[in-house]
């Protein structure tokens, strides 16, 4: 008898913590959304991570400044197929974000032209 009265109190006592514990985090989050607090942490994640720069990218890639868009994705093709065959899943994904990089450069580009 003992035992199943201290097991129903166990069991009460911890879906009263559950539940204080979800309101707080819900409470935590409203006041982090009304000071911006939010926000600023995603800036800080994003500044933290290490953004790969257009000239680091182009040296992976090994493309010049002034190469066009198709020059850069047949350099990103012939590396990503070599990487692809006997290379490292490191090296492949370098190739990769460094494209992403330079994608974001060249397309405005292309589509303030169009």
Not at 3 to 26: H, K, P
Not at 34 to 55: D, F, H, L, P
Not at 77 to 102: I, M, P, W
């Amino acid at each position: 008898m003992a035992a199943r009265l201290l097991a129903n109190l166990i069991i009460m006592g911890s879906g009263i913590m559950a539940r204080a514990f979800v309101q707080a985090y819900r409470q935590a989050l409203a006041n982090a959304s009304k000071n911006g607090v939010a926000q600023e942490a995603v800036q800080n994640i994003r500044r933290g991570s290490k953004m790969m720069t257009e000239a680091e990218a182009r040296q992976i890639l090994g493309v010049a400044e002034n190469a066009t868009w198709e020059e850069i994705l047949q350099k990103y093709d012939n590396l990503f197929e070599r990487n692809a065959k006997n290379g490292t899943f490191y090296l492949q994904s370098k190739v990769h974000r460094a494209k992403e990089c330079l994608e974001t450069v060249h397309q405005p580009k292309e589509q303030s032209t169009n």
